[in-house]
């Protein structure tokens, strides 16, 4: 079994910045690709960001230059560097990842975490 957990969501105020992160942990044999996706009340999730294991990484339009995602594979923890938030950056932030097990690979979400941007 393996369980994603996020942390480091919070009330923010426009301008602000705040640090997400997601360990993983469980019968790992290896951590592939992790992302970050965000849903907003009455809104569809939507894909933040995207790292594979070897670090190349996509972001949405909206994010780019303000959010940072990185990842310590030693650790199975993968980060959101969120800067110059934004209220449209009001959302449940949940990461995922493509994990490795000996029942083969799957994907796995974290329960998710709040970040409320205050305008």
């Known amino acids: 079994q393996v369980q994603l957990v996020e942390s480091g969501g919070g009330l923010v105020q426009a301008g602000g910045s705040l640090r997400l992160s997601c360990v993983a942990s469980?019968?790992?044999?290896?951590?592939?690709?992790m992302g970050w996706y965000r849903q907003a009340l009455g809104e569809q999730r939507e894909l933040v960001a995207h790292i594979s294991r070897d670090g190349s990484i996509n972001y949405a339009d909206a994010v780019k230059g303000r959010f940072t995602i990185s990842r310590d594979n030693a650790k199975n923890t993968l980060y959101l560097q969120m800067n110059s938030l934004l209220s449209e950056d009001t959302a449940v932030y949940s990461c995922?990842?493509?994990?490795?097990?000996?029942?083969?690979?799957?994907?796995?979400w974290g329960q998710g975490t709040q970040v409320t941007v205050s305008s």
């Open positions: 995922t990842a493509n994990v490795q097990t000996y029942l083969g690979r799957n994907d796995y």
């Open positions: 469980g019968s790992i044999f290896r951590v592939n690709a």
